[in-house]
């Protein structure tokens, strides 16, 4: 710091006398003469790149490693009720698989009658498992909120 910075207002009165020390304290003193000297040195760049070299390898294993296994019960004691009627109902009436389906495409015209006829199309189509190799869709099962606003809407 210069000596205007060290005098007010931002370290003190405008009368403080400017200190003449180097060092803030010992921390400082020994980072500034001892660890930055062996730091810079090759033997402590050589150093930092193989330590920062070994991490980066033990993190890219773990990255590959993880597995994406989200419960809402993870965040629910054990001992709570709410607990025990989510796996008893996971249990006894599972549900299986859902598939979220998203169609958004801003060049098309939601309003058009031809969009919607399309919608409807695509709704029947999913139903109805056109072109599956199995039936994975169980009867009655869909839930599709555009079916429902057109109820609505009649």
Sequence with gaps: MTPKQKAWPFGGNENDKVPEDQYT???HRF???TYSKHLTSKPGIITVLVVWLI???ISIYGVTNVEIDFKITYFISPEAYINEWMMRSEKYF???QTV???VDNPNLDYASVEVQK???DLNKHVMACTGCEQ???VKDTMNSWYNQLRA???
């Design 94 to 96: 599972k549900r299986g």
């Design 25 to 27: 304290g010992a921390t």
């Design 55 to 57: 991490y980066f390898g």
């Design 118 to 120: 399309q919608i409807i």
């Design 100 to 102: 979220n389906l998203y």
């Design 135 to 137: 039936q994975w869709v």
């Design 31 to 33: 980072l500034h003469q």
């Design 152 to 154: 609505f809407a009649k």
